[in-house]
């Protein structure tokens, strides 16, 4: 977390290290709020990072907040998602399309991931 923290302030338009801040602070149980105002903060800087979207989504879920959650990734098409090689991230993907009952675009991620072999290296 602090190697992040010293990342990000080295680097003010990275949204990189700001994502690893936010993915460590939920590792060790942070308030939700702070996590999401850093994945916020990261997507401002990278509109175009899934990941940062997937993230938040499914912090906003956790507590409850699926509406919100479906606001953030509910322009995600399937062009896009097809670009997504993280198993993780589609599993991801996959519970909070379920959780918001966008079952068509839940089933769609289950059929990305199973095109995914387990020697994949994750990226975006």
Do not use: W
Not at 39 to 45: F, S, V
Not at 61 to 74: K, Q
Request: net charge negative.
């Amino acid at each position: 977390l602090e190697a992040c923290r010293r990342a990000a302030d080295a680097n003010v338009d990275g949204a990189d290290p700001i994502y690893g801040m936010a993915h460590y602070m939920e590792r060790l149980d942070y308030p939700p709020e702070v996590i999401m105002s850093l994945l916020h903060k990261a997507i401002e800087l990278e509109p175009g990072r899934i990941r940062f979207r997937i993230a938040l989504a499914k912090t906003l879920c956790r507590i409850g907040s699926n509406d919100e959650a479906y606001s953030i990734i509910g322009t995600i098409r399937k062009d896009e998602i097809q670009t997504i090689h993280c198993r993780h991230r589609l599993r991801q993907l996959a519970s909070i399309y379920t959780a918001v009952e966008n079952h068509e675009m839940a089933d769609y991620s289950i059929r990305q991931l199973k095109t995914i072999s387990f020697n994949d290296n994750p990226t975006e």
